[in-house]
Structures are given as structure tokens and as C-alpha cells.
């Protein structure tokens, strides 16, 4: 089991507001709003923390760089894919 499975794990045993709150958490961390591919909708929208929540829900529909690499949320849960907004939370990126 690597560190994002025991994060999991350990969200699973949280009560919904615990998990909120660690989401809420998480977004204050988050760097999508610096993301080349980032846009105005995404913000009006406060769409943020894709690598957790899941892709875009309409905002974000083509690529235009990616700074997942460097996002503190990544080395945070121990994330390994990217492109977040534009193909799904790392959970949905791992069972493909």
C-alpha cells in the first residue's frame, strides 16, 4: 500500500465533515488557479483541487499546460498522474 492508499484509507474511517474539512484544507494548498490551463470560468466557478474532487465539470476543455508536478497537494498526498481537470482524480486515473 503506498502513501495516497493509506490516505484513503484513513479519509474512509473520517466522518463526512472531517473529510470536508480536510478538502477545505487541501484547497487553501491548491495551485490550479496558477495553471496554464486554468481559466476564467474555473475561478468563477472556485473550481479547484481536481487531483481529489475530479475533472472539471464544464470549465476546463482543453490543454494548455500542466503544473501538477510542482502543486504542494501533489507531494502532499503522494500523487503520481496529472492533468487532474481534464481526466479525473488520481483515485479515477488509477482504476483505469
Same mark, same amino acid.
Given at each position: 500500500? $503506498?502513501?495516497?492508499?493509506?490516505?484513503?484509507?484513513?479519509?474512509? #474511517?473520517? !466522518?463526512?465533515? *472531517?473529510?470536508?474539512?480536510?478538502?477545505? =484544507?487541501?484547497?487553501?494548498?491548491? $495551485?490550479?488557479?496558477?495553471?496554464?490551463?486554468?481559466?476564467?470560468? #474555473?475561478? !468563477?466557478?472556485? *473550481?479547484?483541487?481536481?487531483?481529489?474532487? =475530479?475533472?472539471s465539470k464544464s470549465c476546463i476543455t482543453s490543454d494548455e499546460g500542466c503544473s501538477c508536478a510542482t502543486c504542494?497537494?501533489?507531494?502532499?498526498?503522494?500523487?503520481?498522474?496529472?492533468?487532474?481537470?481534464?481526466?479525473?482524480?488520481?483515485?479515477?486515473?488509477?482504476?483505469?
Amino acid at each position: 500500500m $503506498d502513501k495516497f492508499d493509506e490516505i484513503l484509507s484513513k479519509w474512509a #474511517a473520517m !466522518t463526512s465533515t *472531517e473529510v470536508a474539512s480536510t478538502i477545505e =484544507g487541501l484547497k487553501k494548498k491548491c $495551485d490550479c488557479a496558477i495553471c496554464p490551463t486554468y481559466n476564467e470560468c #474555473a475561478t !468563477t466557478r472556485h *473550481e479547484l483541487l481536481f487531483c481529489a474532487i =475530479g475533472k472539471s465539470k464544464s470549465c476546463i476543455t482543453s490543454d494548455e499546460g500542466c503544473s501538477c508536478a510542482t502543486c504542494p497537494v501533489t507531494a502532499a498526498l503522494d500523487l503520481s498522474h496529472y492533468y487532474y481537470c481534464l481526466r479525473g482524480s488520481e483515485t479515477e486515473m488509477r482504476m483505469k
